[in-house]
């Protein structure tokens, strides 16, 4: 079953913790990408990557990072720099084609 | 930047009725136009899609219509239903800026039974 995953789906950070969001994908894509969702605003871009070992920061970088070791991995980590972290997050991939993007199910974050 | 302007923010229509949702881009560069729909706790999924090589695509329901030299596309919903409602994204995409993905901010569809 090709797809996108991304763990856990709920997430809960005391104030000042780092927490790591899961993102993986047996689609075989090259690009992946870190969106946050927030009422009214849409998504906003975090970081992406288009190759393993490479990565570019989005509209939203600071107090995030990320790393993509892997083809198929591209964790993102809110850290404790993020003021405002509570947010719904989505990890997408995209095809070499430049078509489609797939979305994972995304992670809910919130800080307690 | 806001590479994407989106309307409007929020849309109710009548069971039957036609959607309308448009979007306005800046970069020329972009060369995909996919419309994407999201139900609540749940991941966008492609619902339509053009490249600018076209003015129209119709899938079922569902139509894009695209103005290259105005800048602009628009998602049009023909007979809503309430199963359409929903939020809807437009999007665009570059192959040359690095190929990244920039979204609108959403449009959120009731559709009234």
């Known amino acids: 079953d090709g797809g996108i995953t991304q763990s856990p789906k709920y997430l809960f950070r005391k104030e000042g913790q780092n927490v790591t969001l899961s993102c993986e994908q047996n689609?075989?894509?090259?690009?992946m990408y870190w969106y946050r969702q927030d009422p009214g605003q849409g998504l906003r871009l975090i970081y992406y990557?288009?190759?393993?070992?490479?990565?570019q920061k989005g509209d939203i970088a600071e107090g995030y990072s990320v790393s993509r070791e892997k083809k198929e991995s591209f964790p993102l980590t809110v850290t404790s720099a993020q003021k405002n972290p509570t947010a719904f997050y989505l990890c997408?991939?995209?095809?070499?084609?430049?078509?489609?993007?797939?979305f994972g199910q995304g992670t809910r974050l919130t800080v307690v | 930047q806001q590479q994407v302007k989106q309307s409007p923010q929020s849309l109710i229509v009548q069971k039957g009725g036609i959607s309308i949702i448009n979007c306005a881009y800046e970069n020329t560069a972009f060369d995909y136009f996919p419309w994407y729909q999201q139900f609540p706790g749940k991941g966008p999924a492609l619902l339509i899609a053009i490249r600018p090589d076209v003015s129209e695509k119709k899938e079922g329901r569902f139509t894009i219509s695209f103005n290259k030299s105005a800048k602009q596309f628009s998602l049009h919903i023909m007979d809503s239903q309430p199963g359409d409602s929903a939020t809807y994204f437009c999007a665009v995409h570059s192959p040359y800026n690095n190929n990244d993905m920039r979204f609108g901010a959403g449009t959120r569809l009731t559709v009234k039974p």
């Open positions: 689609l075989n894509h090259d690009a």
């Open positions: 997408a991939s995209r095809s070499p084609q430049n078509t489609e993007a797939f």
């Open positions: 990557s288009q190759i393993v070992n490479d990565f």
